[in-house]
């Protein structure tokens, strides 16, 4: 049994609140965590970059403390400054923090450039010396992510069995990947049970929500699906629920409704390639593939994100939006999105 | 930090990790004894109960064991649970459940609280009643020297927790006495309740075990997880030498910041503390009048042969680190120990529920 997702949120703003007016290094880098945390539920990209914003100032208060540098790193790498978090990340250590705690950190940025069989071997070391909840979870999210399937389903079972706590949101973040992992398998009834299962679990987790809309739009399950996207598109902050919105609306030939979710993400989606163009370009160019319909500037936002990360995914976004212009041959449309 | 952030799993969520428990004959009424179980370290104005948590305290009688060197606790139990629902428009019900399986049910941050029979119990949000110069404590151990400053600084200064207070009758619902033996737990709810956390002395994890450095059995271990998965009244024989060997090497270290012995070790490396900290529940002597100053009188009584003369416990407003510094610096035969910060934003009040009321979040910054 887990905290109820919304006393969870209340008690995550309550920490944020709490250490609203401490100074202490350890208590900033805490901040920066939570906010992050609750951007990451919320689907709230002010709070990237408000955990961004703290982070720059706390680097330029404390130079010489590793744990600063850990904390910059985690919010570069939430917008996907894939090197200036590593470098961060070899600062810290040259501060003496230990490699233990920054290959932690290392680790999912690997894992993000498609560096796995790095990121694999950081995270079966961290295995090997202690077989907590978190070194199982985050072997489960790199098998997941690669689709091996029976070994990511062993480790999210054997994760589950080891947590021991009673905050809801390290299970919801687990089943949200178990979602994504079934998603990108077309297994839709196994995705939505996943996405449901953290939704419950916290009913504000956004891409959570998000994702189920996917998944039910998929399913033929519109209406449903409409009525999650509607109201994520108008609290979140995240584009991404307005195009997902616009692409279900003008599939089911409410064109109206379409096109003033596909005005808002336009706009929004422009504004972030501008300010977070290594973050928001791969999820760019896929809202001009779908219900934007420019492939030409999906294909430009495609290649900047390859060159951002060398993953299979970054490739088959590639692919499909130069298949679509007809620029690159159409084989290569085969890879996985 | 008293018992705030101690350990992991209590940093990994605040809405399980007890900052205090305290335990001191009601000032208002010599027949009632009041348990507090604090948890939630900087808490918020949004904070609220986990109904995923029971917090437990359990109370049992306790005498001097034959030895003279330590405390009998007995095997009779008495357990008051209090639990929380999801809140309903923005209230928060809980219930406390009573020794006698009597549930008392009472709405978080209502000042009148619930009662029954006995019973008398308060929860919702307080200041934080504890204070200590925590930079300085840490700076003490990293330098090897007494760090703390005439005027110190204190990191809790405004800060609030979420509070449980229970007044409870005590030869009504509690059998044996009047010295009782009083140990704080956070637990999974459901049919196989886990323990999160346990707190009965303050300062048990973070000053007593917190530091590796000095410890030659396990010095990169990080131990307050696995000590708070411990049954207080009840070390698991696996694990107890890992606690010792810490705690001795700790003790010994606070020893000799004056530059002389206090404290000989016995002849196997034993601090002449560790046994007594070890058996890690606070003792109150309900049949003693309220005492403001009281922490670890008892112990030392014992320790020292003599009987005591407080009711021991732990009162609100006791300045319990520089009482702690003392007794573990010079064994209190030398000059009082001093962290530099002499109390709290708000005193505690001498009336139910005692804690006083929330800082405001600008009184915070």
């Known amino acids: 049994m887990t905290t109820d997702g919304t006393i969870a949120l209340l008690n995550l703003q309550a920490q944020i609140d709490g250490l609203e007016a401490d100074d202490m290094i350890e208590s900033r880098v805490c901040r920066i965590e939570l906010i992050t945390l609750r951007g990451l539920l919320l689907g709230r990209i002010a709070d990237y970059e408000r955990a961004g914003e703290i982070a720059e100032q706390l680097v330029r208060d404390a130079d010489t403390d590793g744990r600063c540098f850990i904390a ?49 071997a950081i995270l079966e070391e961290a295995e090997d010396r202690r077989e907590n909840f978190e070194n199982v979870a985050a072997l489960f999210g790199l098998y997941a992510e690669r689709g091996k399937i029976d070994v990511a389903e062993r480790l999210y079972l054997e994760s589950r069995f080891r947590y021991r706590g009673v905050s809801p949101f390290p299970v919801a973040l687990l089943d949200f990947q178990l979602g994504f992992m079934w998603m990108n398998e077309d297994r839709l009834d196994y995705a939505r049970t996943a996405f449901d299962a953290a939704r419950r679990r916290v009913p504000a987790y956004a891409p959570a929500q998000g994702h189920l809309a996917e998944v039910e739009a998929e399913l033929g399950e519109i209406e449903s699906a409409i009525a999650r996207l509607r109201a994520l598109a108008t609290s979140s902050d995240d584009p991404d629920y307005a195009a997902q919105l616009a692409r279900i609306l003008g599939d089911a030939g409410r064109d109206d409704e379409s096109r003033h979710w596909r005005r808002l993400a336009a706009a929004r989606y422009d504004a972030l390639v501008t300010s977070h163009p290594e973050a928001f370009a791969d999820h760019a160019a896929e809202f001009w593939l779908a219900a934007g319909a420019d492939p030409e500037k999906a294909l430009r936002l495609a290649r900047m994100n390859v060159e951002v990360r060398k993953t299979p995914r970054a490739y088959a976004l590639l692919a499909h939006a130069g298949w679509r212009v007809r620029r690159i041959p159409g084989d290569l449309t085969c890879r996985k999105i | 930090m008293s018992d705030h952030i101690s350990g992991p799993r209590a940093i990994a969520d605040p809405v399980t990790d007890i900052t205090d428990v305290y335990a001191f ?63 309903a428009q923005g209230l928060q019900q809980g219930r406390c459940t009573m020794p006698n399986g009597e549930a008392v049910p009472f709405r978080v941050n209502d000042e009148n609280g619930g009662k029954a029979e006995g019973l008398h119990v308060f929860a919702g949000q307080r200041s934080d009643p504890f204070f200590l110069d925590g930079p300085m404590a840490g700076k003490t151990i990293a330098t090897r020297q007494l760090a703390f400053k005439p005027v110190g600084s204190d990191r809790l200064y405004g800060k609030n927790v979420l509070g449980i207070v229970l007044r409870i009758e005590w030869a009504t619902l509690l059998k044996g006495g009047p010295m009782f033996a009083v140990v704080g737990e956070t637990l999974t709810s459901g049919k196989r309740p886990t323990r999160l956390e ?83 529940h606070l003792i109150v002597d309900a049949s003693k009048p309220f005492d403001e100053m009281s922490y670890f009188e008892i112990e030392r009584a014992v320790l020292e042969g003599r009987t005591h003369a407080t009711c021991g416990g732990r009162w609100l407003n006791e300045d319990v680190v520089d009482s702690i510094l003392t007794l573990y610096v010079n064994a209190g035969k030398g000059p009082r120990i001093r962290d530099g910060v002499d109390g709290p934003i708000t005193w505690s009040s001498k009336t139910f529920p005692y804690m006083a009321p929330p800082n405001q979040p600008q009184a915070a910054s």
């Open chain 1, 72 to 120: 910059r790193a985690r919010t570069r790498a939430t917008f996907h400054r894939f090197t200036d978090a590593l470098d961060d990340l070899d600062r810290a250590e040259r501060l003496s923090v230990d490699v233990e705690t920054a290959n932690r950190e290392r680790a999912p940025i690997l894992q993000a450039l498609g560096r796995y069989d790095e990121a694999l």
């Open chain 2, 25 to 87: 004959p009601s000032p208002e009424s010599p027949r009632h004894l009041v348990l507090i179980l604090n948890v939630f370290p900087y808490a918020g104005p949004s904070a609220l109960f986990s109904d995923a948590v029971t917090y437990r305290l359990r109370v049992r009688s306790a005498s001097i064991a034959p030895d003279k060197r330590a405390f009998a606790v007995g095997a009779e139990e008495f357990t008051f649970d209090c639990t929380f629902d999801v809140p």
């Open chain 2, 198 to 280: 346990r707190v009965g002395r303050p300062e048990i994890k973070n000053i007593s075990l917190g530091a590796k450095i000095f410890d030659q059995v396990n010095r990169d271990l990080e131990i307050r997880d696995m000590y708070n998965n411990e049954d207080a009244f009840r070390l698991s024989e696996d694990y107890v030498g890992a606690y010792r060997a810490r705690l001795n090497a700790n003790l010994a270290f606070y020893d000799g910041l004056d530059g002389k012995t206090d404290w000989p070790l016995d002849a196997h490396g034993n601090h002449p503390l560790t046994e007594l900290l070890l058996a890690d």
